[in-house]
């Protein structure tokens, strides 16, 4: 007998109830051509809008807080939980007060809950009642208190309306003096270095420098040895501490040597809250040599891993050097090209965009932005672009660099792959659109553009909305292209129109009104489309609504509208026109009409009325070298017998 093949079964991996659907994931790719996920995949419920968008989250958001206000106000009406499984979210929540009786186990639920105030009234509780409390819970409570400074946690859920605000910021909360947080770290007998750390990452994270580096130097004096989280804490408030970019930097080393002294490996936490620190240097080349050597004690000797947050300080750092040497940004894209980023910082979420901010207003170089972008859309990352506002920001300038470096067709198939369900370009957007339209004499794509704006409700827009008219006021050889040029201006007006009105019942305090430009711009199309009697009612309106439409329609338009009136026997809006540039004082377009009553075959007392509405003809010739002569010439010396 041979012998047998030994089969080595391997070992189990331990798999998650998810694990299959992120491999599948893997495999099929970001769908494009979907909503987000944020919104409902229904094409009559999803937001085509960035207005509907934002008031589909914050409606969404807003139901959401009701919920939470019925459920935490009236916790009774929540007891019977018959859900499986159970959702500690949507259990019952006991509401504690100072008649409560609590034990030991209820204020380890409290703490594992978050309940910061429901923990600190059972702990005064059990210590009224005169009840043990282990070493261990206390610590954690410690924690706890130090961490949101004896403030409940914010709620997480509810950030939608921060991220619509464009709200980045986290609300500076000052330390709460000898508070409870204090005062328990007081009644502690045995003070431990875990106990120093945690309230020393309180008193850092909370605006109180001194105090945590206070407590800082008590621990190193007392030789207790301090964690990694804490000398990070102690770094990110150097400059609190410390006022010179010398001082701060010794401070720094201080710290260091201080870590590798208590045998502490610094982290990526580390490295990221020295190079922050460097961001504030004012010296450019002096940050740039600290940020080196940092980068080569933490990455090349101690092998730590950077994050995005770390690439992101270094961008802030080198790209004040106004030197022509190469940018940093190139070096970063060949270290981290094709790699697959989980976030580990918070500012991870800051290096897209500012990444390609670089491509666009620095550097614009649509080489390296493709190479961003490509990084962006490699596996998960596109999900550290951080909040909407932020990801609109990227993909806006990253539309704007394609707009100025690309072709036309190249820009139109990111176009068609993005909008509208991942970006909805803003105003500013389509303006480069409508120039890279006129540029290379793509009119085909007027119509894809033209429903793009109704959708996203931008045809109020009426700067907007003024260059897409003066984009489609020129003259082509197509009759049915300047028939549908003449149908968009029909029904943009009617939308215009539409919105005034509400505006105007709903008393708002800012009305966007039609412009002269605006209307000028119309009556040339329906011109170009032979079409008079549109072109008529449109300066009809511009008359009628004279008080409110700010600018004027140009004194070539009004002519020419008047002379097809009176080509086409339409006197009486001829006549009315004339009057309009009189009004106007626009004496070049009543020339021009003159002209044409005066050359033109008509009768006789429809043109002595027309060349009387024009009124008289005035000439005034006048020699410009004379007219300077005189306005220039200096004044002749006064007659000696003169002077008084």
């Given amino acids: 007998h041979q012998n047998a093949e030994v089969i080595q079964i391997p070992k189990r991996i331990e798999r998650g109830p998810t694990d299959i659907l992120k491999a599948l994931a893997e495999v099929t790719g970001k769908d494009f051509s979907g909503p987000d996920y944020r919104y409902i995949d229904d094409p009559f419920l999803t937001p085509l809008s960035n207005h509907q968008k934002r008031l589909f989250s914050l409606s969404r958001e807003s139901g959401r807080r009701a919920a939470n206000y019925v459920f935490e106000e009236f916790p009774e009406l929540f007891y019977r939980d018959v859900s499986e499984p159970k959702v500690e979210a949507f ?173 502490i490996k610094p982290n990526l936490q580390t490295l990221n809250s020295i190079l922050e620190v460097v961001t504030r240097f004012g010296s450019t080349r002096y940050a740039q ?78 080489s390296l932005a493709y190479r961003v972008h490509d990084l962006v859309s490699n596996g998960n ?23 100025t470096s690309e072709d036309i067709k190249v820009f139109m198939q990111y176009y068609e792959k993005y909008v509208p369900n991942v970006y909805i370009p803003e105003p500013l957007v389509f303006g480069d659109i409508f120039r890279m339209i006129e540029l290379f004499d793509a009119f085909d794509y007027l119509p894809t553009i033209w429903e793009d704006l ?87 309106n511009m008359i009628k609504d004279g008080q409110k439409i700010t600018g004027n329609a140009s004194p070539n338009t009004l002519s020419r509208l008047c002379i097809n009136a009176i080509d086409s026997k339409k006197y009486s809006s001829a006549k009315q026109c004339i009057e309009f540039c009189v009004e106007l004082a626009m004496s070049e377009a009543v020339s021009d009409i003159r002209q044409h009553v005066q050359q033109s075959d008509l009768d006789p007392k429809i043109k002595a009325l027309l060349e009387e509405t024009c009124g008289p003809e005035v000439i005034i010739e006048v020699d410009i070298e004379d007219a300077f002569r005189d306005a220039f010439k200096e004044p002749e010396p006064m007659d000696e017998n003169n002077k008084q």
Wanted: glycine share 2%; with cysteine.
């Fill in 454 to 540: 109704k959708r996203f409700e931008y045809i109020s827009q009426i700067k907007l909305m003024e260059d897409y008219f003066y984009l489609i006021s020129k003259p082509v050889a197509d009759t049915q292209i300047q028939e549908r040029h003449k149908h968009m201006v029909i029904e943009g007006l009617q939308i215009i129109k539409d919105r005034v009105e509400n505006q105007e019942k709903h008393d708002h305090v800012v009305i966007n009104y039609p412009t002269g430009v605006l209307l000028g711009f119309a009556i040339d199309i329906c011109l170009n489309a032979n079409d008079v009697d549109n072109a008529i009612i449109i300066m009809q």
């Fill in 289 to 366: 040599n600290l940020a080196k050597k940092t980068l080569v004690e933490m990455i090349t000797i101690l092998g730590i891993e950077p994050s995005l947050a770390t690439y992101y300080h270094l961008l802030n750092i080198f790209d004040r050097d106004k030197s022509p040497n190469r940018h940093i940004l190139y070096d970063i894209m060949d270290r981290i090209e094709n790699k697959k980023f989980i976030i580990q910082d918070t500012k991870d979420v800051n290096f897209f965009t500012r990444a390609m901010n670089v491509c666009q207003y620095k550097l614009m170089d649509i």
């Fill in 381 to 403: 990352n596109a999900k550290l672009l951080g909040n909407i506002l932020s990801e609109s920001n990227y993909h806006q300038m990253l539309f704007r660099l394609l707009s």
């Fill in 91 to 263: 259990t019952y929540k006991e509401v504690y007060d100072e008649s409560t009786e609590v034990d030991e186990t209820d204020l380890k639920k409290c703490i594992a809950r978050k309940e910061v105030k429901h923990s600190i009234t059972c702990y005064k509780n059990m210590t009224t009642a005169e009840k043990t409390i282990s070493a261990e819970t206390l610590q954690k409570l410690l924690e706890l208190v130090s961490f949101y400074n004896c403030e409940e946690p914010p709620d997480l859920e509810f950030i939608v309306e921060k991220a619509f605000n464009n709200d980045t910021t986290t609300p500076r909360v000052l330390w709460k003096d000898n508070g409870f947080a204090e005062q328990l770290f007081e009644s502690m007998d045995e003070k431990t270095s875990e106990i120093y750390c945690a309230l020393i990452q309180g008193l850092a994270k909370h605006s109180a420098p001194q105090k945590a580096y206070q407590c800082y130097q008590e621990m190193i004096e007392k030789g207790f040895k301090l964690n990694t989280e804490t000398f990070n804490s102690i770094l990110r408030v150097t400059p609190l501490l410390r006022e010179s970019t010398e001082t701060r930097w010794l401070f720094i080393e201080e710290v260091l040597n201080s870590m590798k002294a208590n045998a």
